[in-house]
Protein backbone atom coordinates (compact mmCIF):
# COMPACT_ATOMS: atom_id res chain seq x y z
CA UNK A 1 0.00 0.00 0.00
CA UNK A 2 2.70 2.66 1.09
CA UNK A 3 4.55 1.96 -2.38
CA UNK A 4 1.28 2.41 -4.40
CA UNK A 5 0.74 5.34 -2.54
CA UNK A 6 4.11 6.96 -2.77
CA UNK A 7 3.97 6.44 -6.11
CA UNK A 8 0.56 7.53 -6.44
CA UNK A 9 1.94 10.94 -5.00
CA UNK A 10 4.53 11.40 -7.23
CA UNK A 11 2.82 10.41 -11.03
CA UNK A 12 -0.13 11.98 -10.17
CA UNK A 13 0.42 15.22 -7.99
CA UNK A 14 2.85 18.02 -9.35
CA UNK A 15 6.07 17.78 -7.67
CA UNK A 16 5.82 21.41 -6.79
CA UNK A 17 2.55 21.00 -4.83
CA UNK A 18 3.32 17.74 -3.00
CA UNK A 19 6.71 19.46 -1.95
CA UNK A 20 4.96 22.52 -0.71
CA UNK A 21 2.48 20.52 0.99
CA UNK A 22 5.22 18.25 2.74
CA UNK A 23 7.21 21.67 4.10
CA UNK A 24 3.87 23.95 4.65
CA UNK A 25 1.36 21.00 6.04
CA UNK A 26 3.55 18.44 7.52
CA UNK A 27 6.69 20.21 8.65
CA UNK A 28 5.13 23.33 9.86
CA UNK A 29 2.31 21.21 11.16
CA UNK A 30 4.75 19.01 13.57
CA UNK A 31 6.53 22.18 14.72
CA UNK A 32 2.92 23.92 15.15
CA UNK A 33 1.95 21.00 17.56
CA UNK A 34 5.33 20.95 19.63
CA UNK A 35 4.97 25.24 20.13
CA UNK A 36 0.89 23.88 21.41
CA UNK A 37 1.89 20.94 23.63
CA UNK A 38 5.06 23.95 25.14
CA UNK A 39 1.61 25.93 25.40
CA UNK A 40 0.11 23.48 27.23
CA UNK A 41 2.88 22.98 30.12
CA UNK A 42 3.02 26.22 30.84
CA UNK A 43 -0.95 25.99 31.15
CA UNK A 44 -1.72 28.50 28.16
CA UNK A 45 -4.75 27.68 25.66
CA UNK A 46 -4.06 28.36 22.08
CA UNK A 47 -4.93 26.10 19.26
CA UNK A 48 -2.28 24.87 16.40
CA UNK A 49 -5.32 25.03 14.28
CA UNK A 50 -7.64 27.87 13.49
CA UNK A 51 -11.06 27.13 11.48
CA UNK A 52 -12.39 29.94 9.49
CA UNK A 53 -15.97 29.89 8.56
CA UNK A 54 -15.69 32.62 6.34
CA UNK A 55 -19.00 33.38 5.05
CA UNK A 56 -22.34 31.84 5.98
CA UNK A 57 -23.84 32.03 2.57
CA UNK A 58 -24.19 28.41 0.83
CA UNK A 59 -26.11 27.64 -2.78
CA UNK A 60 -27.14 24.64 -0.81
CA UNK A 61 -28.87 23.40 1.61
CA UNK A 62 -28.16 20.06 2.99
CA UNK A 63 -29.70 18.09 5.90
CA UNK A 64 -27.97 18.48 9.52
CA UNK A 65 -25.88 21.26 8.30
CA UNK A 66 -25.41 23.87 10.64
CA UNK A 67 -25.01 27.16 8.90
CA UNK A 68 -28.40 29.01 8.50
CA UNK A 69 -28.11 30.84 5.08
CA UNK A 70 -31.23 31.57 5.04
CA UNK A 71 -31.32 35.69 6.23
CA UNK A 72 -28.72 38.12 6.40
CA UNK A 73 -25.53 37.08 4.62
CA UNK A 74 -22.40 37.19 7.28
CA UNK A 75 -18.93 37.16 6.75
CA UNK A 76 -15.29 37.74 7.66
CA UNK A 77 -13.75 40.88 6.87
CA UNK A 78 -10.15 40.68 4.98
CA UNK A 79 -8.72 43.25 7.33
CA UNK A 80 -10.37 40.03 10.28
CA UNK A 81 -8.79 37.29 8.26
CA UNK A 82 -5.59 38.81 7.85
CA UNK A 83 -5.31 39.67 11.35
CA UNK A 84 -5.92 36.27 12.32
CA UNK A 85 -3.64 34.39 10.62
CA UNK A 86 -0.61 36.82 12.18
CA UNK A 87 -2.16 36.38 15.70
CA UNK A 88 -1.41 32.87 14.78
CA UNK A 89 1.38 33.06 12.90
CA UNK A 90 2.48 34.83 16.38
CA UNK A 91 1.71 31.02 17.64
CA UNK A 92 3.72 29.30 15.01
CA UNK A 93 0.46 28.49 13.68
CA UNK A 94 0.49 28.27 9.94
CA UNK A 95 -2.78 25.83 8.81
CA UNK A 96 -5.61 27.18 8.64
CA UNK A 97 -9.13 25.32 7.41
CA UNK A 98 -11.17 27.73 5.33
CA UNK A 99 -15.08 26.56 5.61
CA UNK A 100 -18.51 28.16 5.41
CA UNK A 101 -21.04 28.05 4.10
CA UNK A 102 -19.25 27.79 0.82
CA UNK A 103 -15.68 29.32 1.44
CA UNK A 104 -15.73 29.56 -3.01
CA UNK A 105 -18.40 32.60 -2.42
CA UNK A 106 -15.90 34.24 -0.55
CA UNK A 107 -14.95 37.19 -2.34
CA UNK A 108 -11.53 37.70 -0.62
CA UNK A 109 -10.61 33.81 -1.21
CA UNK A 110 -7.98 34.25 -3.18
CA UNK A 111 -6.57 37.49 -1.41
CA UNK A 112 -6.24 35.39 1.38
CA UNK A 113 -4.41 32.77 0.23
CA UNK A 114 -2.05 34.39 -2.37
CA UNK A 115 -1.25 37.31 0.27
CA UNK A 116 0.35 34.63 3.00
CA UNK A 117 2.28 32.01 0.68
CA UNK A 118 4.00 30.87 4.31
CA UNK A 119 1.08 29.39 5.35
CA UNK A 120 -1.43 26.10 4.08
CA UNK A 121 -5.10 26.53 3.92
CA UNK A 122 -7.31 23.43 3.75
CA UNK A 123 -10.99 24.68 1.65
CA UNK A 124 -13.55 22.94 2.53
CA UNK A 125 -16.08 23.09 -0.04
CA UNK A 126 -18.96 21.74 -1.85
CA UNK A 127 -17.19 20.94 -5.31
CA UNK A 128 -19.41 22.79 -7.28
CA UNK A 129 -16.84 26.10 -8.36
CA UNK A 130 -13.97 24.42 -9.54
CA UNK A 131 -13.71 26.48 -12.89
CA UNK A 132 -10.68 26.04 -15.08
CA UNK A 133 -9.39 29.52 -13.48
CA UNK A 134 -10.16 28.59 -9.80
CA UNK A 135 -8.37 25.48 -10.43
CA UNK A 136 -5.37 27.22 -12.20
CA UNK A 137 -5.40 29.79 -9.04
CA UNK A 138 -5.00 26.58 -6.79
CA UNK A 139 -2.26 25.09 -8.80
CA UNK A 140 -0.39 28.58 -9.00
CA UNK A 141 -0.76 29.10 -5.26
CA UNK A 142 0.57 26.17 -3.76
CA UNK A 143 -0.46 26.30 -1.20
CA UNK A 144 -3.88 25.14 -0.94
CA UNK A 145 -5.59 21.74 -0.92
CA UNK A 146 -9.16 21.61 -1.49
CA UNK A 147 -11.51 18.90 0.47
CA UNK A 148 -14.02 18.05 -1.86
CA UNK A 149 -17.88 17.00 0.51
CA UNK A 150 -19.07 13.60 -1.06
CA UNK A 151 -21.45 11.57 1.28
CA UNK A 152 -21.54 8.62 -1.71
CA UNK A 153 -22.66 7.76 -5.08
CA UNK A 154 -25.30 10.18 -6.49
CA UNK A 155 -27.93 8.51 -4.91
CA UNK A 156 -26.93 9.05 -1.14
CA UNK A 157 -25.50 11.84 -1.79
CA UNK A 158 -27.81 14.02 -3.55
CA UNK A 159 -30.95 12.67 -0.59
CA UNK A 160 -28.61 14.70 1.65
CA UNK A 161 -27.55 17.83 -0.58
CA UNK A 162 -29.53 17.80 -3.20
CA UNK A 163 -30.58 16.76 -6.89
CA UNK A 164 -27.91 17.43 -9.13
CA UNK A 165 -24.73 17.93 -6.86
CA UNK A 166 -23.02 14.29 -7.24
CA UNK A 167 -22.62 15.14 -10.91
CA UNK A 168 -21.68 19.26 -10.48
CA UNK A 169 -19.27 17.93 -7.90
CA UNK A 170 -17.48 15.02 -9.89
CA UNK A 171 -17.23 17.42 -12.38
CA UNK A 172 -15.00 19.96 -10.17
CA UNK A 173 -13.09 16.29 -9.08
CA UNK A 174 -12.44 16.25 -12.53
CA UNK A 175 -11.00 19.26 -12.69
CA UNK A 176 -8.73 19.05 -10.15
CA UNK A 177 -7.62 15.83 -11.57
CA UNK A 178 -6.96 16.89 -14.66
CA UNK A 179 -4.53 19.74 -13.11
CA UNK A 180 -2.78 17.59 -10.88
CA UNK A 181 -3.80 19.07 -7.92
CA UNK A 182 -3.30 17.17 -4.24
CA UNK A 183 -6.98 17.30 -2.79
CA UNK A 184 -8.97 15.37 -0.89
CA UNK A 185 -12.86 13.92 -0.30
CA UNK A 186 -14.64 14.72 3.18
CA UNK A 187 -17.05 11.84 3.22
CA UNK A 188 -20.02 12.42 5.86
CA UNK A 189 -20.85 8.59 7.44
CA UNK A 190 -24.74 8.21 8.13
CA UNK A 191 -26.83 5.55 9.34
CA UNK A 192 -27.63 5.30 5.53
CA UNK A 193 -24.66 5.38 3.43
CA UNK A 194 -22.39 3.47 5.85
CA UNK A 195 -22.49 0.25 3.59
CA UNK A 196 -21.30 2.31 0.41
CA UNK A 197 -18.94 4.62 1.89
CA UNK A 198 -16.88 2.00 3.71
CA UNK A 199 -16.43 -0.50 0.69
CA UNK A 200 -13.57 -0.89 -1.16
CA UNK A 201 -15.54 -0.14 -4.37
CA UNK A 202 -16.11 3.25 -2.69
CA UNK A 203 -12.31 4.21 -1.99
CA UNK A 204 -11.25 2.71 -5.15
CA UNK A 205 -13.98 5.05 -7.13
CA UNK A 206 -12.41 8.09 -5.35
CA UNK A 207 -8.34 7.34 -6.08
CA UNK A 208 -9.32 6.40 -10.10
CA UNK A 209 -11.08 10.47 -9.62
CA UNK A 210 -7.52 11.34 -8.44
CA UNK A 211 -8.42 12.14 -4.67
CA UNK A 212 -5.22 11.47 -2.30
CA UNK A 213 -6.44 11.47 0.78
CA UNK A 214 -10.11 10.30 2.34
CA UNK A 215 -11.59 12.33 5.60
CA UNK A 216 -14.33 10.77 7.21
CA UNK A 217 -16.59 12.01 9.36
CA UNK A 218 -19.81 11.37 11.52
CA UNK A 219 -22.84 12.65 11.01
CA UNK A 220 -24.38 14.94 13.63
CA UNK A 221 -28.68 15.75 13.57
CA UNK A 222 -27.86 19.92 14.44
CA UNK A 223 -28.90 23.19 12.09
CA UNK A 224 -32.46 23.84 11.07
CA UNK A 225 -32.77 20.66 9.38
CA UNK A 226 -31.20 18.14 11.89
CA UNK A 227 -32.92 15.05 10.01
CA UNK A 228 -32.06 12.74 12.97
CA UNK A 229 -32.60 9.28 10.91
CA UNK A 230 -29.05 10.35 9.02
CA UNK A 231 -27.40 9.18 12.79
CA UNK A 232 -25.20 6.24 13.41
CA UNK A 233 -26.06 3.61 15.91
CA UNK A 234 -23.27 1.94 18.42
CA UNK A 235 -23.06 -0.67 16.53
CA UNK A 236 -22.51 1.11 13.32
CA UNK A 237 -19.99 3.32 14.83
CA UNK A 238 -18.07 -0.07 15.56
CA UNK A 239 -18.49 -1.04 12.00
CA UNK A 240 -17.06 2.06 10.93
CA UNK A 241 -14.00 1.81 13.04
CA UNK A 242 -13.76 -1.27 11.60
CA UNK A 243 -13.90 -0.93 8.79
CA UNK A 244 -11.56 1.95 8.85
CA UNK A 245 -8.78 -0.10 9.73
CA UNK A 246 -9.62 -2.53 7.06
CA UNK A 247 -9.41 0.39 4.10
CA UNK A 248 -5.99 1.81 5.77
CA UNK A 249 -4.37 -1.69 5.28
CA UNK A 250 -5.60 -1.69 1.40
CA UNK A 251 -5.68 0.84 -0.43
CA UNK A 252 -2.72 3.96 -1.96
CA UNK A 253 -4.50 6.60 -0.62
CA UNK A 254 -4.75 8.63 2.82
CA UNK A 255 -7.82 7.58 5.10
CA UNK A 256 -8.09 10.20 7.37
CA UNK A 257 -9.95 10.44 10.71
CA UNK A 258 -10.10 12.73 13.96
CA UNK A 259 -12.12 10.73 16.30
CA UNK A 260 -9.81 8.02 17.31
CA UNK A 261 -6.14 8.65 18.86
CA UNK A 262 -3.37 5.46 17.96
CA UNK A 263 -4.76 3.07 20.96
CA UNK A 264 -8.29 3.43 19.34
CA UNK A 265 -9.39 5.84 22.46
CA UNK A 266 -11.88 8.55 21.49
CA UNK A 267 -10.95 12.16 21.34
CA UNK A 268 -12.72 15.15 21.53
CA UNK A 269 -10.67 17.89 19.56
CA UNK A 270 -12.29 20.97 21.36
CA UNK A 271 -11.63 19.56 24.53
CA UNK A 272 -8.17 19.34 24.00
CA UNK A 273 -7.79 22.83 22.49
CA UNK A 274 -6.25 21.56 19.10
CA UNK A 275 -8.45 23.53 16.91
CA UNK A 276 -11.29 26.73 17.97
CA UNK A 277 -13.89 27.81 14.81
CA UNK A 278 -14.52 31.17 13.98
CA UNK A 279 -17.65 31.92 13.01
CA UNK A 280 -18.46 34.61 10.43
CA UNK A 281 -19.75 37.15 12.41
CA UNK A 282 -15.98 36.80 14.41
CA UNK A 283 -17.06 34.55 17.26
CA UNK A 284 -14.57 32.23 18.94
CA UNK A 285 -16.76 28.63 19.03
CA UNK A 286 -15.52 25.36 20.70
CA UNK A 287 -16.19 23.36 17.45
CA UNK A 288 -17.88 24.16 14.12
CA UNK A 289 -21.36 22.79 14.90
CA UNK A 290 -21.45 24.13 18.08
CA UNK A 291 -22.51 28.35 17.44
CA UNK A 292 -22.08 29.83 20.63
CA UNK A 293 -19.30 32.46 22.16
CA UNK A 294 -18.74 34.26 24.74
CA UNK A 295 -15.59 36.01 22.68
CA UNK A 296 -15.04 37.48 19.48
CA UNK A 297 -11.85 38.28 17.40
CA UNK A 298 -12.98 42.26 17.55
CA UNK A 299 -12.32 42.51 21.22
CA UNK A 300 -9.20 44.65 21.93
CA UNK A 301 -6.29 42.20 22.56
CA UNK A 302 -4.27 39.87 20.80
CA UNK A 303 -6.24 36.83 19.67
CA UNK A 304 -4.10 34.54 22.08
CA UNK A 305 -4.75 36.67 25.01
CA UNK A 306 -8.50 36.80 23.98
CA UNK A 307 -8.66 32.84 23.54
CA UNK A 308 -5.89 32.14 26.63
CA UNK A 309 -8.25 34.34 29.18
CA UNK A 310 -11.53 33.03 28.23
CA UNK A 311 -12.90 31.50 31.06
CA UNK A 312 -15.56 29.82 28.22
CA UNK A 313 -13.27 27.86 26.16
CA UNK A 314 -11.57 26.58 29.37
CA UNK A 315 -14.77 25.37 31.26
CA UNK A 316 -15.95 23.83 27.88
CA UNK A 317 -13.11 21.19 27.70
CA UNK A 318 -13.73 20.43 31.43
CA UNK A 319 -17.15 20.27 31.34
CA UNK A 320 -16.33 17.77 28.09
CA UNK A 321 -13.62 15.83 30.17
CA UNK A 322 -16.03 15.10 32.99
CA UNK A 323 -18.83 13.94 30.76
CA UNK A 324 -17.09 11.87 27.82
CA UNK A 325 -14.16 11.39 25.64
CA UNK A 326 -16.47 11.77 22.66
CA UNK A 327 -19.03 14.45 21.86
CA UNK A 328 -21.20 16.04 24.08
CA UNK A 329 -23.43 17.66 21.42
CA UNK A 330 -24.05 14.00 20.16
CA UNK A 331 -23.90 12.27 24.38
CA UNK A 332 -25.35 15.04 26.48
CA UNK A 333 -27.10 17.46 24.67
CA UNK A 334 -29.28 18.74 27.35
CA UNK A 335 -26.40 19.09 29.75
CA UNK A 336 -24.67 20.92 27.08
CA UNK A 337 -27.82 23.61 26.80
CA UNK A 338 -27.54 24.12 30.24
CA UNK A 339 -23.71 24.42 30.29
CA UNK A 340 -23.83 27.11 27.38
CA UNK A 341 -27.15 28.90 29.51
CA UNK A 342 -25.01 28.73 32.67
CA UNK A 343 -21.96 30.06 31.11
CA UNK A 344 -24.11 33.25 29.25
CA UNK A 345 -22.70 32.15 25.79
CA UNK A 346 -24.41 34.02 22.99
CA UNK A 347 -25.94 31.79 20.02
CA UNK A 348 -24.36 32.97 16.88
CA UNK A 349 -26.79 30.35 14.94
CA UNK A 350 -28.89 32.48 13.18
CA UNK A 351 -31.63 30.44 14.94
CA UNK A 352 -32.55 29.07 18.37
CA UNK A 353 -29.98 26.81 18.38
CA UNK A 354 -30.43 26.64 22.41
CA UNK A 355 -34.04 25.02 21.69
CA UNK A 356 -32.38 22.84 19.49
CA UNK A 357 -30.13 21.00 21.81
CA UNK A 358 -33.05 21.00 24.47
CA UNK A 359 -35.35 19.34 22.06
CA UNK A 360 -32.39 16.53 21.06
CA UNK A 361 -31.77 13.46 22.11
CA UNK A 362 -29.24 11.82 23.67
CA UNK A 363 -27.40 9.27 20.56
CA UNK A 364 -24.24 7.09 19.97
CA UNK A 365 -20.82 8.99 19.37
CA UNK A 366 -17.46 7.55 19.19
CA UNK A 367 -16.46 7.35 22.45
CA UNK A 368 -16.94 3.03 22.82
CA UNK A 369 -16.05 2.21 26.27
CA UNK A 370 -14.81 -1.08 26.49
CA UNK A 371 -15.13 -1.74 23.22
CA UNK A 372 -11.97 0.41 21.98
CA UNK A 373 -9.90 -0.65 18.67
CA UNK A 374 -6.20 0.58 18.19
CA UNK A 375 -4.85 0.96 15.24
CA UNK A 376 -3.11 -2.35 13.68
CA UNK A 377 -0.84 -0.72 10.93
CA UNK A 378 2.88 0.59 12.26
CA UNK A 379 1.93 3.71 9.53
CA UNK A 380 -1.36 5.18 10.74
CA UNK A 381 0.17 4.63 14.38
CA UNK A 382 3.04 6.64 13.61
CA UNK A 383 0.96 9.30 11.69
CA UNK A 384 -1.67 9.61 14.10
CA UNK A 385 0.99 10.21 17.18
CA UNK A 386 3.44 12.64 15.05
CA UNK A 387 1.87 14.46 11.86
CA UNK A 388 -1.34 14.68 10.61
CA UNK A 389 -4.99 13.35 12.78
CA UNK A 390 -4.07 16.23 15.31
CA UNK A 391 -1.26 16.84 13.83
CA UNK A 392 0.53 14.76 16.84
CA UNK A 393 -1.88 16.42 19.50
CA UNK A 394 -2.98 13.08 19.86
CA UNK A 395 0.25 11.04 21.03
Known amino acids: MLIRLAY ?9 LTIKAGY ?13 KRRVRRGQLFPPFLFLALTNACNLRCHGCWIDS ?6 LSREDVDSLIAAGKRQRSYFYTLLGGEPMLYSHLWDIVEGHPECYFQIITNGMFFSEDNVRRIRRAGNVTPLVSLDGGQEQNDARRGQGVFERAIEGLRRLQMGRILYGVATTVTGTNLDEVLTDAYVRALIDRG ?8 YRPVGPDPSPQFCVSREQMIQLRRRLLELRRKHPI ?18 LGLGFHIGPRGTIEPCPPLSFACQTIQQKGDLFETINESRYLRSFQQFVRERTRGCVILEHPHELAAFLRDAGAI ?8 ADLEGSQPRTSHHLAGEEIPEDFWFYRMLKKQLFFGMGGYG
Not at 8 to 16: G, K, L, N, V
Not at 211 to 218: C, H, I, K, P
Not at 347 to 354: C, E, N, V
Open 8 to 16: RFATEISPR
Open 24 to 36: LWAFKGMRAVNAY
Open 70 to 75: KGKVDQ
Open 254 to 271: LVIDTYWNAQGEAVCPAA
Open 211 to 218: AMYLWYYV
Open 347 to 354: DSSGRDAL
